[in-house]
């Protein structure tokens, strides 16, 4: 990878609960550490952190063991959706490309899980939510692709968490997910926009 491309990545982490002074800071010194290795929050880490929101830590850590399952699920709608999107042409093509859009949604849901432990639901960084908006358009990622990939993603999140998880946390994980699905589709608007400058 270029020293371009890294210091785009490195600009498009979008979570800002690290910034959030209103949460302790024990829960946001935890939380910026498993982003910044963009891991799963631990257990301890789940215990921590819904001590302070009343979050249940054991439905998460579910939630959490469940994602690569939740992820295929998506990814099984999505082209089932519209399958050209893998073929030769397709807005997913050639293979890494698709694998790309499967690892951004794990980590997607990754931090929408942070949000929920932390009981904030608009957990965006409008800094890094912008980078991603620079680094998507430098590596040409189809953002209308991954906008439906990611409202699958929520509802398969949902669909599952809904089963055992109480209404008030299923709720804090729609919102969060609602959150995430509004600033992917204000990337799409960014980019058609773009788009639509350079015609």
Same mark, same amino acid.
């Given at each position: 990878?270029?020293?371009?491309?890294?210091? &785009?990545?490195?600009?498009?982490?979008? &979570?800002?609960?690290? /910034?959030?002074?209103?949460?302790?800071?024990?829960?946001? #010194?935890?939380?910026?550490?498993?982003?910044?290795?963009?891991?799963?929050?631990?257990?301890?880490?789940?215990?921590?952190?819904? !001590?302070?929101?009343?979050?249940?830590?054991?439905?998460?850590?579910? &939630?959490?063991?469940?994602?690569?399952?939740?992820?295929?699920? +998506?990814? !099984?709608?999505?082209?089932? %959706?519209?399958?050209?999107?893998?073929?030769?042409?397709?807005?997913?093509?050639? #293979? +890494?490309?698709?694998? =790309?859009?499967?690892?951004?949604?794990? *980590?997607?849901?990754?931090?929408?899980?942070? =949000?929920?432990?932390?009981?904030?639901?608009?957990?965006? *960084?409008?800094?890094?939510?912008?980078?991603?908006?620079? $680094? /998507?358009?430098?590596?040409?990622?189809?953002?209308?692709?991954? +906008?439906?990939?990611?409202?699958?993603?929520?509802?398969? +999140? $949902?669909?599952?968490?809904?089963? /055992?998880?109480?209404?008030?946390?299923?709720?804090?994980?729609? #919102?969060?997910?609602?959150?995430? %699905?509004?600033?992917?589709?204000?990337?799409?608007?960014? !980019?058609?926009?773009?788009?639509?400058?350079?015609?």
């Amino acid at each position: 990878m270029d020293e371009r491309l890294k210091q &785009l990545r490195a600009e498009a982490r979008i &979570l800002g609960l690290m /910034y959030d002074q209103s949460l302790p800071s024990s829960v946001r #010194e935890r939380i910026q550490q498993a982003d910044t290795e963009a891991r799963p929050l631990s257990g301890h880490d789940l215990g921590v952190i819904c !001590s302070f929101t009343a979050v249940n830590a054991d439905h998460l850590q579910r &939630l959490q063991s469940n994602t690569p399952l939740i992820v295929a699920s +998506a990814k !099984s709608r999505l082209l089932l %959706e519209d399958p050209g999107l893998i073929l030769p042409g397709g807005a997913l093509y050639p #293979e +890494a490309r698709a694998e =790309a859009c499967w690892r951004d949604c794990w *980590h997607f849901l990754r931090v929408t899980i942070y =949000a929920v432990a932390a009981g904030r639901p608009a957990f965006t *960084h409008l800094p890094g939510v912008k980078g991603l908006g620079v $680094l /998507y358009r430098e590596l040409a990622v189809p953002i209308s692709s991954m +906008a439906l990939a990611i409202g699958f993603l929520k509802a398969e +999140a $949902l669909s599952d968490y809904s089963t /055992y998880s109480s209404p008030s946390d299923a709720s804090l994980l729609g #919102e969060a997910l609602l959150h995430l %699905e509004q600033m992917i589709q204000q990337l799409q608007q960014i !980019s058609n926009s773009a788009t639509e400058a350079l015609l």
